[in-house]
């Protein structure tokens, strides 16, 4: 981190500004805004900065710089356009220790002023460091879309409440749950919304709620998708962000866990084949006892929970001991390798079904139903079949699917390593025990892999 970010109580607080220009009209704006009271000092003067002068109470020399100016200040922002005058004030600046920023010149400043989303109270701001300012106005333009104007309504509400809260629980961590509850829920929409009367009524309700009711704990399932964090849910996020600790698969990306909250209790429950860190059961009574406990557990699996992710066992013993959850879905492995290897699952000209396997069974083994499998007009794929793939594949060549059927073998689909081997039904584990290929993999069979050649530079994420 080149700079550490930090808001500024400027408020009746003299801030010098040197230039008179469109530049420095800006920043006079946002000074103004701030409450700061505005020294400006230059030979020309815009009818604007002019004005902001007078509303904030402060002067204006009609002249050029001195070092004189800056005394009684707490704040300088050097906006001329020569490079001479720029230099002398920096100098001036910090020789007596004064936040400097010459605009456009980061090797002149002590401080960079930051893109801005201003809902106050709430009030967000992005930097590049001073090496990209117009990727931190684009991404300025983007969080703007993504952040209403009611949420000042928000952090308005939040600081009525605040003392009565605090006296209400006494430790933090409850505090922090009784608030994410009320600006995430039924309180937040009535304020966004107008009802500011319905929403203080909500959370004085809330207030006087039993202690059981308010700590209770919640399980979150939550599919994390094959791998790339951009195929996460908005609402995978959030619970991501809010959780108390997570329970997480090796089939979650490195990426994705970046998402998790920071200060998130994290345990790894992962399995690989005939090696458990923790036994299906085991992980089971874990999300009922630490829900118990009053912690937002996160139940974090790769790809979807449903679709060979266990997470209808899991589910079942939440109901039986009462517990709440909810249950995110996730983009499953099957459509999003195949997306990103170019491969679509359906096509009328190739086949009309597609059918999700399992290639590891409880049992150990592939007894699957062949017959059905062997159909040419589908596509099939094969989560977990890598070890099993040679038998996958004579199996189908045996119950009539033909030798020369496409195959795709995607090895960590959608992650910057995916690596995707083609070939058909009788070679491709010949091919794959020459390529060193390790799990996590996909195996896709049918007409569908023809198109990969000629959509895969369309694929999504190129």
């Given at each position: ?13 003299r ?13 006079g ?29 402060g002067?204006l ?10 005394q009684s ?31 456009d ?9 930051p893109a ?16 990209a ?5 684009l991404v ?24 009565r ?18 600006l995430?829920?039924p309180?937040?929409?009535l304020?966004?919304n107008?009802?500011?009367?319905a929403?203080n009524?909500?959370i ?20 994390g ?16 962000q809010?959780?108390?600790v997570?329970l997480?698969?090796r ?10 909250r920071?200060?998130a209790?994290?345990?790894y ?13 085991n ?8 829900a118990?406990?009053?912690k937002?557990?996160?139940r974090?699996?790769g ?27 996730g ?15 359906t ?6 079904s ?22 040419p ?17 004579e ?5 009539g ?13 959608t ?12 070679s ?11 799990a ?19 694929k999504a994420?190129?």
């Amino acid at each position: 981190m080149d700079y550490f970010p930090v808001f500024l109580d400027l408020k009746k607080r003299r801030c010098l500004l040197v230039g008179g220009g469109e530049v420095a009209t800006r920043k006079g704006r946002m000074l103004a805004k701030a409450g700061a009271v505005l020294r400006v000092v230059a030979p020309e003067i815009s009818s604007e900065l002019r004005e902001l002068i007078a509303s904030s109470g402060g002067e204006l020399f009609a002249r050029e710089y001195q070092t004189s100016d800056l005394q009684s200040c707490v704040l300088v922002i050097a906006a001329t356009d020569i490079e001479s005058v720029n230099e002398k004030i920096s100098a001036d600046a910090q020789a007596l220790n004064l936040p400097v920023n010459v605009v456009d010149t980061p090797a002149l400043c002590t401080y960079i002023t930051p893109a801005i989303i201003d809902r106050s109270p709430l009030v967000i701001a992005v930097s590049s460091g001073g090496e990209a300012p117009v990727l931190a106005r684009l991404v300025r333009a983007k969080l703007e879309t993504l952040i209403p104007a009611s949420y000042g309504k928000l952090a308005q509400i939040a600081s009525l409440w605040r003392d009565r809260v605090k006296a209400r629980f006494s430790d933090g961590d409850s505090r922090r749950k009784f608030w994410e509850k009320i600006l995430q829920g039924p309180a937040a929409e009535l304020m966004m919304n107008g009802q500011e009367t319905a929403a203080n009524n909500f959370i004085a309700s809330e207030l006087a709620a039993d202690q059981a009711e308010l700590t209770r704990g919640e399980v979150y399932l939550v599919g994390g998708g094959p791998g790339d964090p951009e195929l996460l849910t908005l609402r995978a996020l959030r619970l991501m962000q809010q959780a108390d600790v997570v329970l997480y698969d090796r089939l979650v990306s490195d990426g994705v866990m970046e998402l998790v909250r920071r200060d998130a209790e994290r345990i790894y429950v992962g399995k690989r084949r005939s090696e458990h860190a923790m036994q299906q059961e085991n992980i089971n009574q874990l999300l009922v006892d630490l829900a118990k406990q009053g912690k937002r557990v996160l139940r974090l699996k790769g790809g979807d929970p449903f679709i060979f992710g266990r997470g209808g066992e899991e589910i079942e013993l939440l109901a039986q001991n009462h517990i709440p959850f909810q249950v995110v879905p996730g983009i499953t492995a099957a459509s999003g390798c195949a997306a990103y290897a170019g491969i679509p699952l359906t096509h009328r000209d190739y086949a009309q079904s597609v059918r999700f396997v399992t290639g590891h069974l409880k049992s150990d083994d592939t007894n699957l139903q062949w017959p059905e499998l062997a159909n040419p007009t589908q596509t099939l794929v094969f989560y977990m079949g890598l070890v099993g793939l040679k038998e996958i594949c004579e199996s189908l060549i045996t119950h009539g699917r033909a030798a020369s059927t496409p195959v795709a073998l995607i090895e960590k689909g959608t992650t910057q390593e995916q690596r995707v081997l083609i070939s058909d039904l009788n070679s491709i584990a010949d091919v794959v025990a020459q390529n060193d290929v390790h799990a996590p993999t996909l195996f896709i069979v049918g007409d569908v892999v023809k198109l990969h050649n000629t959509l895969k530079w369309f694929k999504a994420g190129n």
